[in-house]
Protein backbone atom coordinates (compact mmCIF):
# COMPACT_ATOMS: atom_id res chain seq x y z
CA UNK A 1 0.00 0.00 0.00
CA UNK A 2 2.70 2.70 0.93
CA UNK A 3 5.19 1.63 -2.06
CA UNK A 4 2.43 3.19 -4.30
CA UNK A 5 3.45 6.88 -5.52
CA UNK A 6 1.39 9.18 -3.51
CA UNK A 7 -1.37 11.10 -5.07
CA UNK A 8 -2.28 14.84 -4.54
CA UNK A 9 -5.90 15.46 -3.87
CA UNK A 10 -8.58 17.30 -5.58
CA UNK A 11 -9.49 20.92 -4.73
CA UNK A 12 -12.64 21.35 -4.42
CA UNK A 13 -13.16 25.23 -3.77
CA UNK A 14 -16.36 26.13 -1.46
CA UNK A 15 -19.29 28.14 -2.59
CA UNK A 16 -19.86 32.09 -1.58
CA UNK A 17 -23.62 31.95 -0.10
CA UNK A 18 -25.07 31.50 3.25
CA UNK A 19 -23.51 31.88 6.16
CA UNK A 20 -22.58 28.22 7.49
CA UNK A 21 -24.35 28.22 10.37
CA UNK A 22 -27.22 28.22 8.02
CA UNK A 23 -26.26 25.28 5.96
CA UNK A 24 -28.23 21.86 5.61
CA UNK A 25 -26.54 18.87 6.12
CA UNK A 26 -26.36 16.91 3.04
CA UNK A 27 -27.16 19.61 0.57
CA UNK A 28 -23.29 20.03 -0.51
CA UNK A 29 -21.19 17.89 -2.50
CA UNK A 30 -19.00 15.91 -0.60
CA UNK A 31 -16.02 18.26 0.65
CA UNK A 32 -18.26 21.72 -0.59
CA UNK A 33 -18.55 24.03 1.74
CA UNK A 34 -20.45 27.26 1.73
CA UNK A 35 -18.99 29.54 4.23
CA UNK A 36 -18.93 33.94 4.83
CA UNK A 37 -17.88 35.40 7.61
CA UNK A 38 -14.45 36.36 9.83
CA UNK A 39 -12.34 34.01 12.21
CA UNK A 40 -9.60 35.41 14.20
CA UNK A 41 -6.81 33.21 15.00
CA UNK A 42 -3.78 33.52 17.13
CA UNK A 43 -0.13 30.65 17.24
CA UNK A 44 -0.14 30.75 20.54
CA UNK A 45 4.21 30.56 21.06
CA UNK A 46 6.70 32.38 22.54
CA UNK A 47 8.95 35.01 21.27
CA UNK A 48 11.59 32.80 20.18
CA UNK A 49 9.88 30.31 18.76
CA UNK A 50 11.17 31.74 15.03
CA UNK A 51 12.05 29.46 12.69
CA UNK A 52 14.91 31.75 11.34
CA UNK A 53 17.08 30.62 15.32
CA UNK A 54 16.69 27.29 15.05
CA UNK A 55 18.71 27.30 18.39
CA UNK A 56 15.98 29.06 19.48
CA UNK A 57 13.43 25.92 18.03
CA UNK A 58 14.87 23.16 19.19
CA UNK A 59 14.59 22.66 22.67
CA UNK A 60 17.91 20.44 22.95
CA UNK A 61 19.99 23.90 21.54
CA UNK A 62 17.96 26.67 23.54
CA UNK A 63 19.60 29.05 26.21
CA UNK A 64 17.55 30.14 29.16
CA UNK A 65 15.77 32.57 27.58
CA UNK A 66 12.91 34.43 29.20
CA UNK A 67 9.03 34.06 29.21
CA UNK A 68 5.93 35.62 28.29
CA UNK A 69 3.08 33.68 27.43
CA UNK A 70 2.05 33.03 31.56
CA UNK A 71 1.08 36.85 31.52
CA UNK A 72 -0.06 37.23 27.72
CA UNK A 73 -2.39 35.31 27.73
CA UNK A 74 -4.22 36.17 30.47
CA UNK A 75 -3.60 39.56 29.08
CA UNK A 76 -5.25 38.08 25.87
CA UNK A 77 -8.31 36.51 27.10
CA UNK A 78 -9.14 39.83 28.57
CA UNK A 79 -8.63 41.83 25.40
CA UNK A 80 -10.80 39.23 23.80
CA UNK A 81 -13.15 39.46 26.22
CA UNK A 82 -13.56 43.49 26.13
CA UNK A 83 -14.12 43.08 22.22
CA UNK A 84 -17.14 40.38 22.93
CA UNK A 85 -15.01 37.85 20.47
CA UNK A 86 -14.19 34.20 20.46
CA UNK A 87 -10.58 33.04 18.33
CA UNK A 88 -9.14 29.87 17.50
CA UNK A 89 -6.00 29.20 19.47
CA UNK A 90 -3.03 27.09 17.56
CA UNK A 91 -1.61 26.27 20.63
CA UNK A 92 2.28 24.64 20.28
CA UNK A 93 2.94 21.69 22.17
CA UNK A 94 5.37 22.52 24.04
CA UNK A 95 4.07 25.52 25.04
CA UNK A 96 0.50 23.22 26.24
CA UNK A 97 3.34 20.90 28.28
CA UNK A 98 4.81 23.97 29.78
CA UNK A 99 1.61 25.98 30.69
CA UNK A 100 -1.37 23.18 30.68
CA UNK A 101 -3.87 25.66 33.21
CA UNK A 102 -3.46 28.63 31.02
CA UNK A 103 -4.80 26.42 27.55
CA UNK A 104 -7.27 25.11 29.47
CA UNK A 105 -8.37 28.62 31.17
CA UNK A 106 -8.30 29.48 26.96
CA UNK A 107 -10.90 26.99 26.21
CA UNK A 108 -13.00 27.75 29.18
CA UNK A 109 -13.58 31.19 27.91
CA UNK A 110 -15.14 29.86 24.98
CA UNK A 111 -12.33 29.53 22.43
CA UNK A 112 -11.32 26.85 19.83
CA UNK A 113 -8.80 25.32 20.77
CA UNK A 114 -6.34 23.76 17.83
CA UNK A 115 -2.84 22.73 17.52
CA UNK A 116 0.65 24.43 16.40
CA UNK A 117 2.47 20.75 15.92
CA UNK A 118 4.67 20.01 19.18
CA UNK A 119 7.94 21.65 18.25
CA UNK A 120 7.69 24.64 16.48
CA UNK A 121 10.10 23.20 13.05
CA UNK A 122 9.43 23.63 9.89
CA UNK A 123 7.18 20.79 8.43
CA UNK A 124 9.39 19.95 5.08
CA UNK A 125 12.88 19.77 6.95
CA UNK A 126 11.26 16.65 8.79
CA UNK A 127 10.16 13.32 7.22
CA UNK A 128 6.80 12.88 6.70
CA UNK A 129 7.00 10.10 9.77
CA UNK A 130 8.77 12.95 11.91
CA UNK A 131 6.05 14.91 11.21
CA UNK A 132 3.23 12.31 11.41
CA UNK A 133 4.65 11.66 15.24
CA UNK A 134 4.97 15.04 16.22
CA UNK A 135 1.55 16.15 15.41
CA UNK A 136 -0.46 13.36 16.87
CA UNK A 137 2.18 13.73 20.27
CA UNK A 138 0.56 17.64 20.14
CA UNK A 139 -2.89 16.49 19.33
CA UNK A 140 -2.94 13.72 21.23
CA UNK A 141 -1.73 15.87 24.64
CA UNK A 142 -4.06 18.38 23.70
CA UNK A 143 -6.92 16.60 23.59
CA UNK A 144 -6.14 15.23 27.13
CA UNK A 145 -6.00 18.69 28.49
CA UNK A 146 -8.95 19.81 27.10
CA UNK A 147 -11.05 16.60 27.60
CA UNK A 148 -12.18 16.67 23.48
CA UNK A 149 -11.07 16.57 20.29
CA UNK A 150 -8.68 19.08 18.44
CA UNK A 151 -9.72 19.45 15.09
CA UNK A 152 -7.58 22.70 13.13
CA UNK A 153 -4.05 22.37 12.58
CA UNK A 154 -1.53 25.21 11.52
CA UNK A 155 1.93 24.27 10.37
CA UNK A 156 5.02 26.22 12.41
CA UNK A 157 5.60 29.12 9.71
CA UNK A 158 3.62 28.10 7.04
CA UNK A 159 5.51 25.36 6.38
CA UNK A 160 3.17 23.03 4.47
CA UNK A 161 3.52 25.52 1.61
CA UNK A 162 1.42 23.74 -0.62
CA UNK A 163 -1.72 21.43 -1.74
CA UNK A 164 0.58 18.65 -2.78
CA UNK A 165 2.71 18.23 0.25
CA UNK A 166 2.17 14.61 1.76
CA UNK A 167 1.86 15.83 5.22
CA UNK A 168 -1.68 17.28 4.46
CA UNK A 169 -3.17 13.57 3.91
CA UNK A 170 -1.25 13.06 7.14
CA UNK A 171 -3.43 15.58 9.33
CA UNK A 172 -6.61 14.24 7.50
CA UNK A 173 -5.52 10.58 8.69
CA UNK A 174 -5.03 11.55 12.15
CA UNK A 175 -8.54 12.79 12.42
CA UNK A 176 -8.04 16.98 11.73
CA UNK A 177 -11.25 18.49 10.02
CA UNK A 178 -9.17 21.50 8.94
CA UNK A 179 -5.95 22.55 8.42
CA UNK A 180 -4.64 26.57 8.07
CA UNK A 181 -1.18 26.58 6.56
CA UNK A 182 -1.48 27.32 2.87
CA UNK A 183 -0.38 31.09 2.89
CA UNK A 184 -1.13 32.32 -0.84
CA UNK A 185 1.57 35.09 0.07
CA UNK A 186 4.97 34.69 -1.61
CA UNK A 187 7.80 33.52 0.51
CA UNK A 188 5.24 31.94 3.53
CA UNK A 189 3.48 29.87 0.82
CA UNK A 190 3.00 30.44 -2.65
CA UNK A 191 1.59 33.88 -4.57
CA UNK A 192 -0.21 30.91 -6.26
CA UNK A 193 -2.51 29.53 -3.66
CA UNK A 194 -5.96 29.96 -3.46
CA UNK A 195 -7.04 33.11 -1.25
CA UNK A 196 -10.49 31.31 -0.32
CA UNK A 197 -11.44 28.47 1.51
CA UNK A 198 -11.26 25.06 -0.18
CA UNK A 199 -11.45 20.90 0.67
CA UNK A 200 -8.90 18.93 -0.04
CA UNK A 201 -10.31 15.67 -1.50
CA UNK A 202 -7.98 12.41 -1.86
CA UNK A 203 -9.07 9.64 -4.30
CA UNK A 204 -9.78 7.16 -1.34
CA UNK A 205 -12.42 9.78 0.02
CA UNK A 206 -9.86 11.34 2.67
CA UNK A 207 -10.77 15.31 3.17
CA UNK A 208 -9.20 18.12 5.25
CA UNK A 209 -10.87 21.54 4.78
CA UNK A 210 -8.51 24.50 3.83
CA UNK A 211 -8.57 27.99 5.07
CA UNK A 212 -5.92 29.72 4.41
CA UNK A 213 -4.97 33.30 6.19
CA UNK A 214 -6.41 36.77 4.77
CA UNK A 215 -4.17 38.68 2.53
CA UNK A 216 -4.93 42.32 1.69
CA UNK A 217 -3.28 44.74 -1.19
CA UNK A 218 -4.78 43.54 -3.89
CA UNK A 219 -2.99 40.93 -5.94
CA UNK A 220 -0.01 41.66 -3.63
CA UNK A 221 -1.12 39.47 -1.70
CA UNK A 222 0.22 41.28 1.35
CA UNK A 223 -0.31 39.07 4.94
CA UNK A 224 -2.91 40.77 7.05
CA UNK A 225 -1.12 38.68 9.95
CA UNK A 226 2.35 39.72 9.83
CA UNK A 227 4.74 43.34 9.91
CA UNK A 228 2.87 44.47 6.49
CA UNK A 229 0.13 44.07 8.35
CA UNK A 230 0.75 45.81 11.41
CA UNK A 231 1.98 48.59 10.01
CA UNK A 232 -1.39 49.38 7.36
CA UNK A 233 -4.43 51.21 9.33
CA UNK A 234 -6.47 48.90 10.75
CA UNK A 235 -9.29 49.70 8.51
CA UNK A 236 -7.35 48.53 5.46
CA UNK A 237 -7.14 44.81 6.89
CA UNK A 238 -11.05 45.52 8.03
CA UNK A 239 -12.16 46.58 4.25
CA UNK A 240 -10.17 43.20 2.69
CA UNK A 241 -11.36 40.78 5.57
CA UNK A 242 -15.25 42.30 4.60
CA UNK A 243 -14.37 41.50 0.49
CA UNK A 244 -12.58 38.28 1.39
CA UNK A 245 -16.00 37.21 3.62
CA UNK A 246 -18.30 38.41 0.77
CA UNK A 247 -16.43 36.88 -1.86
CA UNK A 248 -16.13 33.49 -0.16
CA UNK A 249 -15.15 33.68 4.03
CA UNK A 250 -14.20 33.27 6.44
CA UNK A 251 -11.51 35.85 5.96
CA UNK A 252 -8.57 34.15 8.67
CA UNK A 253 -7.22 37.31 10.39
CA UNK A 254 -3.97 35.87 12.29
CA UNK A 255 -1.49 37.37 15.43
CA UNK A 256 0.77 36.02 18.30
CA UNK A 257 0.38 37.06 21.56
CA UNK A 258 3.79 38.89 21.44
CA UNK A 259 2.84 41.03 19.48
CA UNK A 260 0.27 42.53 22.05
CA UNK A 261 3.23 43.26 24.31
CA UNK A 262 3.99 46.46 25.31
CA UNK A 263 7.35 45.71 26.79
CA UNK A 264 10.42 44.96 24.69
CA UNK A 265 11.13 41.88 23.54
CA UNK A 266 12.67 39.96 26.67
CA UNK A 267 15.83 38.56 24.69
CA UNK A 268 17.97 38.97 21.61
CA UNK A 269 16.55 38.61 17.86
CA UNK A 270 19.00 39.77 14.80
CA UNK A 271 18.83 40.09 11.51
CA UNK A 272 15.25 39.36 9.50
CA UNK A 273 13.86 37.86 12.50
CA UNK A 274 14.10 40.81 14.44
CA UNK A 275 12.72 42.46 11.45
CA UNK A 276 9.47 40.60 11.57
CA UNK A 277 9.65 40.65 15.16
CA UNK A 278 9.64 44.64 15.41
CA UNK A 279 8.35 46.06 12.49
CA UNK A 280 5.18 47.91 13.54
CA UNK A 281 4.84 46.83 16.90
CA UNK A 282 4.66 50.20 17.88
CA UNK A 283 0.92 50.67 18.86
CA UNK A 284 -0.18 47.33 17.43
CA UNK A 285 -2.24 46.00 20.91
CA UNK A 286 -4.55 49.18 20.05
CA UNK A 287 -4.55 48.48 16.46
CA UNK A 288 -5.90 44.83 17.48
CA UNK A 289 -8.17 45.60 20.03
CA UNK A 290 -10.06 48.04 17.37
CA UNK A 291 -9.92 45.03 14.89
CA UNK A 292 -11.62 42.85 17.31
CA UNK A 293 -14.15 44.96 18.02
CA UNK A 294 -14.85 45.93 14.40
CA UNK A 295 -15.65 42.74 12.96
CA UNK A 296 -17.79 39.86 14.56
CA UNK A 297 -15.09 36.89 14.75
CA UNK A 298 -15.46 33.81 15.87
CA UNK A 299 -13.41 30.34 15.65
CA UNK A 300 -12.67 28.72 12.54
CA UNK A 301 -14.46 25.02 13.57
CA UNK A 302 -17.72 27.24 13.49
CA UNK A 303 -17.48 28.12 9.64
CA UNK A 304 -16.60 24.15 8.56
CA UNK A 305 -19.06 22.84 6.08
CA UNK A 306 -21.95 20.82 7.52
CA UNK A 307 -20.87 17.46 7.67
CA UNK A 308 -21.13 15.36 4.39
CA UNK A 309 -20.46 11.83 5.13
CA UNK A 310 -18.53 9.17 7.33
CA UNK A 311 -15.45 10.89 7.47
CA UNK A 312 -16.48 14.26 8.39
CA UNK A 313 -19.32 12.45 11.34
CA UNK A 314 -15.93 11.06 12.52
CA UNK A 315 -14.01 14.36 13.63
CA UNK A 316 -17.42 15.61 14.87
CA UNK A 317 -18.49 12.91 17.60
CA UNK A 318 -16.87 10.30 19.77
CA UNK A 319 -16.54 7.73 17.86
CA UNK A 320 -13.03 6.28 17.77
CA UNK A 321 -9.84 7.73 16.63
CA UNK A 322 -8.65 6.73 13.06
CA UNK A 323 -6.37 3.47 12.64
CA UNK A 324 -3.27 5.81 11.39
CA UNK A 325 -3.61 7.54 15.26
CA UNK A 326 -3.00 4.34 16.88
CA UNK A 327 0.53 3.67 15.80
ZN1 LIG B 1 4.28 29.77 14.80
Not at 6 to 16: E, N
Not at 253 to 266: G, Y
Not at 281 to 293: I, M, P, V
Request: proline share 9%; with cysteine; glycine share 10%.
Amino acid sequence: MHAEPYKPPRLVHWTAGRPSGQQEAGRQGAGQGSATGFALTVDVEEWYHTCLVPEYVDPSRRPALREELDWLLPELLALLAEAGCRATFFVLGEVATRLPARVREVAAAGHEVASHGYLHLRAGERSVAQFREDVRRAKSELEELIGHRVVGFRAPEWSLRVASNPRLRVLSELGFSYDSSLAPVVGAGRWSNPCGPYTLSWADGGELAELPPLTFGGLLKLPAGSWPGRLAPPRWIARAARRRAARCGPAVMVFHPWEISDRPTPGHLAGFARFIHQTGRDGYRTKLSWLARALPWSPIEEHLPAPSGEQRRDTTTDSPLPAGEAA
